[in-house]
């Protein structure tokens, strides 16, 4: 069993930085490659950014890219996201999920077996 926690959530405003922490428990941590996702109020739940298991290969959709770094702490069996530039549009509840696949630009929820329980990220002034 695997078990992720999110973190780092927290009332920004526009043009701040958050980061955005999973801790990851468990069982083989390192087979599990990691993506974030987030959801908005009134709409569905859409893939952010994914890492592969050693880290070597990412993704970012496009809304994100330039803004956003997700990377693996192998020391602290942590995933982060360092979102930087925030807008309002980015607000949202963030979860992180592993999947035993890469999954790429084909960000799948139900490619993703386990689920943290979400941080909440507010870009307001």
């Known amino acids: 069993q695997l078990q992720l926690v999110e973190s780092g959530g927290g009332l920004v405003q526009p043009g701040g930085s958050l980061r955005l922490s999973c801790a990851i428990s468990g069982i083989a941590v390192d087979y599990y490659s990691i993506g974030w996702f987030r959801q908005a109020p009134g709409k569905e739940r859409e893939g952010v950014s994914c890492?592969?298991?050693?880290?070597?290969?990412?993704h970012y959709i496009d809304s994100v890219k330039g803004r956003f770094t997700i990377s693996r702490d192998y020391a602290k069996n942590a995933v982060h996201l360092v979102m930087n530039s925030l807008k309002p549009e980015d607000t949202a509840t963030y979860y992180c999920?592993?999947?035993?696949?890469?999954?790429?630009?084909?960000?799948?929820?139900?490619?993703?077996?386990?689920w943290g329980q979400g941080t909440q990220v507010t870009v307001s002034s």
């Open positions: 890492i592969n298991r050693d880290g070597s290969s990412t």
């Open positions: 999920a592993a999947s035993r696949w890469y999954t790429g630009g084909n960000m799948n929820e139900g490619e993703y077996a386990y």
